[in-house]
């Protein structure tokens, strides 16, 4: 069965950084193939619907970003550790929420219907 565990999630002030991780495990290599799943972040702060913050095909070839974190977050996979990260830069307020760890086949997609696999998420505050 496919596991999906964030880490890196906390308090930090405005303007300052993160690393977020998210790691892949209990599955055998016929059944999931980390280097060939597009891995996405998606977040969702109180009363708010889960959204997309950045996506990143198997090879690395292809990285999408919401807008709202374009020039402030990157991510990147080492698919020989079934890892994807998301290091976040210049934090704000409004970045505070629970990020999600996905998972889906192909291409990537801001909808939460398309994704495969899922995380449990970490949460993230950004406040001074």
């Known amino acids: 069965q496919v596991q999906l565990v964030e880490s890196g999630g906390g308090l930090v002030q405005p303007g300052g950084s993160l690393r977020l991780a998210c790691t892949a495990s209990?599955?055998?290599?016929?059944?999931?193939?980390?280097?060939?799943?597009?891995m996405s972040w998606f977040r969702q702060a109180p009363g708010k619907d889960r959204e997309a913050v950045s996506c990143?095909?198997?090879?690395?070839?292809?990285?999408n970003y919401a807008d709202s974190v374009n020039g402030r977050f990157t991510i990147s996979r080492d698919n020989a550790e079934n890892t994807v990260y998301l290091q976040m830069n210049n934090l704000k307020p409004e970045d505070s929420a629970v990020y999600y760890c996905?998972?889906?086949?192909?291409?990537?997609?801001?909808?939460?219907?398309?994704?495969?696999?899922w995380g449990k998420g970490t949460l993230v505050t950004v406040s001074s």
């Open positions: 996905a998972a889906r086949w192909l291409y990537c997609s801001s909808s939460t219907k398309d994704m495969n696999y």
């Open positions: 209990g599955f055998t290599g016929s059944e999931f193939i980390f280097g060939v799943y597009v």
């Open positions: 990143i095909t198997g090879g690395s070839i292809v990285t």
